[in-house]
């Protein structure tokens, strides 16, 4: 009853305040209301009174984003009452999916593009302009809808790469290179939070890019684009655990690019300091791979964290020959320690190699699908760095395990070998990738018959944990493949009887 009567006395206070704000108050007494509905908010339970059109309409005046044909501009926001407006907003939006629905239907998105068009003009506080990105963020990241809307009809992507420019306060070089202070002071709080907030919206809106295609402008825009994230790879923020997470939205957004556009990541001069490898500036893809190294050692959420930079590295690799050989030469140096397991140790090719068996299996096909185009799709290389135990999963569902290569197309310079593999490689158990001590043959002494029962006592063994389903013994088919072995003995059984019935035929 006290819950009851509680949750009774908020929506009675909700649907107060929201008339009281459809008055002609005094600044003072608008801000007060709209904390209230702000405070009130919060609680998922007590949305009723806010999610009519009519209370979300009133909201969106207060917050400058009412939709009209004829406004040419909206309101430019400067005021307390506007950003506890955009506060309230956000909760009652994030909280209750009809509120998701007026506020399509009311059509926030056209107001909040509007506004973000004069995003570079107006001198609004930060506030304004983070809850505006804040609110934009959760539209695109709810509705479906909103976020074809933004990304098509309102030109959106355009509409925050100027605002992520802006916020970076970015000077170029070239047509595609932004010029890069490596003594320029970290990206302050404010303007971290913004970026961040523009990073997950364009993120929202560029989901479905690679799926399809891509004109020369949008190619252009999108390489623009790219450029920048390069510069917020290489920029410091307030922090290490912001910079972090800018790095993070940074590269979730680059995996959404079309590969044809990361060309400039590569592109720009190298500069004393550079990380330079044949010819090419390789910064972004040394931070990246420091990136990775970090979010291997956190362990932490590894799908939602780990398989963007290794879905963003393994793709860059396949079409680019020289971050491809970049990346080899420090993932999978030239082999020298064939006394551990590959999955022992802690470079960043041990800790690549633990995933390939993780339980995860978005994790595991992402760390072996990297591996394995570092090696050029070359199924005895990948053995070589990987131990056949590891690769087997992916060679399965490759259909190589047989041997062979994948379906990539890469140059054709060979694989260079330690002396110190050379000499080891004859005693290395392909299986486990390391050399291993011989060990003794357990049927030494044994007589012809003891040897013969063992067999069939294992063999018996194996019979019975087939017939009962705990196990199901496999083979390799010509093709690669994993195959049980009942059907590949019930196909050799019709094969041999319709040899059998062409030979009587005949």
Not at 164 to 186: F, G
Not at 291 to 305: A, I, M, N, V, Y
Not at 416 to 428: C, G, L, Q, S, V
Request: include cysteine.
């Amino acid at each position: 009853l006290c819950t009851l009567s509680a949750e009774s006395g908020r929506n009675k206070l909700g649907d107060l305040v929201i008339k009281f704000l459809d008055r002609d108050l005094q600044p003072s007494c608008q801000v007060a209301c709209l904390e209230t509905i702000r405070i009130l908010s919060r609680d998922k339970y007590g949305l009723s009174p806010f999610t009519s059109r009519s209370a979300m309409h009133t909201l969106a005046k207060y917050a400058g984003l009412e939709y009209s044909e004829e406004v040419e501009g909206p309101r430019i926001p400067d005021s307390e009452s506007v950003v506890e407006a955009l506060k309230g907003l956000c909760n009652i939006i994030y909280n209750s999916v009809e509120a998701q629905e007026v506020a399509t239907d009311l059509r926030l998105v056209c107001g909040l593009a509007r506004r973000l068009k004069l995003y570079n003009e107006t001198r609004s506080s930060h506030e304004c302009k983070f809850f505006d990105l804040r609110l934009l963020f959760l539209l695109t990241a709810l509705r479906v809808d909103v976020r074809r809307q933004l990304a098509r009809e309102l030109r959106g992507v355009s509409l925050l790469t100027d605002a992520l420019e802006s916020t970076l306060a970015l000077k170029w070089s070239d047509i595609y290179e932004v010029v890069t202070d490596r003594l320029a002071q970290p990206l302050g709080k404010e303007e971290t939070e913004r970026v961040m907030e523009i990073l997950k919206t364009l993120f929202n809106i560029t989901f479905d890019i690679s799926r399809r295609e891509v004109d020369e402008e949008d190619a252009a825009l999108y390489r623009h684009l790219a450029a920048i994230l390069r510069h917020c790879l290489l920029r410091q923020s307030d922090g290490e655990d912001r910079t972090e997470e800018c790095h993070g939205h940074t590269v979730n957004l680059l995996v959404n690019l079309p590969l044809m556009c990361l060309d400039v990541l590569l592109t720009p001069k190298v500069e004393l300091g550079s990380v330079e490898y044949m010819g090419m500036n390789m910064d972004t893809v040394e931070v990246l791979l420091q990136f990775l190294d970090r979010r291997l050692d956190r362990g932490h959420k590894l799908r939602e964290t780990l398989t963007p930079v290794l879905n963003l590295l393994t793709e860059s690799s396949r079409v680019h020959r020289e971050t491809r050989k970049f990346l080899r030469a420090k993932v999978l140096p030239p082999l020298r320690d064939v006394k551990n397991r590959p999955e022992v140790g802690n470079t960043l090719r041990n800790k690549l190699v633990r995933l390939m068996t993780h339980v995860d299996t978005d994790v595991k096909h992402c760390a072996a699908e990297f591996l394995f185009v570092l090696c050029k799709e070359n199924v005895s290389r990948f053995v070589k760095y990987t131990g056949y135990g590891n690769a087997a999963g992916l060679l399965a569902a490759r259909g190589l395990l047989a041997g062979g290569r994948g379906e990539g197309h890469y140059s054709e310079d060979e694989d260079t070998d330690t002396e110190e593999y050379r000499e080891a490689k004859p005693n290395i158990n392909p299986v486990t990738g390391r050399v291993e001590e011989k060990q003794p043959n357990p049927m030494d002494g044994m007589t012809e018959e003891q040897k013969e029962y063992e067999a069939m006592k294992l063999v018996s063994m194996f019979d019975k944990l087939s017939r009962e389903q705990i196990i199901q013994p496999m083979g390799v088919t010509s093709d690669g493949r994993l195959e049980p072995l009942d059907e590949a003995a019930q196909k050799m059984l019709q094969q041999q009887e319709s040899s059998d019935l062409d030979t009587d035929s005949d």
